[in-house]
């Protein structure tokens, strides 16, 4: 009975902070208000848990979300300007990691706590390989999501410099669509062979990269469309956001609080070297200023597409790919650069 009186009050609280970052179009509300919920239960003493086999099938169905956004559009727009893609997201990759690098060095956070907070994107894939690399994934969640927050933010109070986009939003999403038997079946079959694949082959993360490495050759090499309805999403970043947040205890949340500070100017400084970065390629390469900025903000993806889509002076192809291309980049060198800075870190 107890156990029930506490998942009614995180699931009340859940609710209510999902709807009000909702009504605050704040990014990642489900994920976000989810995690806050089972931090403020956590620490009051709550105890329950998300199941393993919940939080495993949760990481699985987000790899195949992830494999599913992924677009051979974007390869075309690569090749024509390779060179911009690849000097921005490696000059990107090389500062978040060597601002983890200090943070890890001066001890603002534990461990490589910060390396793998200060990845640009990919929030929640970076939050669910630290733990599979030993990092603590309460506090990578916390750089992370406070990051993509004021990414956010930042980037819609610059393009207020050059449009409007209050007239410009996402489509309502379908909560309940129609169920394609075929295209929802195959969704369910490649989560579970890939994280079974994962185990296997004993890739960091198993469940979320093996769904998404299989989810990605068949999406993209052969042509499969993935439906995963939007209640199934959000259901699976409600279990992440609980596992994480439940974890959290008072001595956790004090760390957290005290490193605030520092997390806070790490990212503006990450902001403002992309900046740096989106001046070079508007006045040398001439792209478009917002074109440039949108496309090297480090995360805030929804945030990005919703401003890019807004005006027919900003190249959303170019935008989107450095986007795309950077979280690529992320995922394949997060776990090598952790392992290093770790070695850099102890020596």
């Not at 990414?151 to 007239?167: H, P, Q, Y």
């Not at 959290?248 to 997390?263: E, W, Y």
Request: hydrophobic share 60%; net charge neutral.
């Amino acid at each position: 009975m107890k156990h029930f009186f506490i998942w009614t009050a995180l699931l009340a609280l859940s609710a209510a902070l999902f709807l009000l970052m909702e009504f605050a179009d704040l990014p990642a509300a489900m994920l976000i208000g989810c995690m806050i919920a089972g931090i403020v239960v956590g620490v009051r003493g709550g105890d329950v848990s998300v199941l393993p086999v919940a939080f495993a099938g949760a990481q699985a169905v987000i790899g195949c979300l992830i494999a599913a956004s992924l677009t051979p559009a974007i390869f075309p727009v690569f090749v024509s300007n390779w060179h911009l893609f690849a000097l921005s997201v490696l000059a990107t990759i090389f500062a978040s990691s060597a601002l983890g690098w200090l943070i890890s060095t001066w001890k603002v956070l534990p461990g490589t706590v910060g390396v793998w907070g200060s990845a640009p994107g990919a929030s929640t894939a970076m939050v669910l390989m630290a733990g599979a690399f030993g990092a603590d994934q309460r506090l990578v969640a916390f750089m992370q999501y406070l990051r993509v927050i004021m990414v956010s933010i930042g980037a819609a109070l610059v393009a207020r410099l050059w449009v409007d986009t209050s007239g410009v939003d996402l489509p309502a999403p379908v909560w309940f669509p129609p169920i394609e038997t075929a295209s929802f079946a195959m969704t369910l079959a490649i989560a579970g062979l890939g994280a079974g694949l994962g185990i296997l082959t004993r890739l960091p993360s198993p469940y979320f990269l093996g769904a998404f490495i299989l989810g990605s050759v068949v999406h993209l090499g052969f042509g499969v469309d993935f439906q995963i309805p939007h209640w199934l999403t959000m259901l699976s970043f409600a279990l992440v956001g609980w596992t994480i947040g439940l974890k959290f205890t008072s001595d956790t949340l004090r760390h957290a609080a005290r490193a605030l500070p520092q997390v806070v100017l790490s990212i503006l400084v990450l902001m403002g070297f992309c900046g740096g970065i989106a001046y070079v390629l508007a006045h040398e390469m001439g792209i478009d200023p917002l074109t440039a900025y949108l496309a090297t903000s480090p995360g805030g993806m929804d945030t990005i597409a919703i401003i890019a889509a807004a005006t027919d002076s900003v190249d959303l192809s170019f935008v989107m790919t450095m986007q795309a291309l950077r979280f690529l980049f992320v995922l394949l060198l997060g776990p090598m650069i952790a392992r290093l800075v770790a070695r850099l870190v102890r020596t």
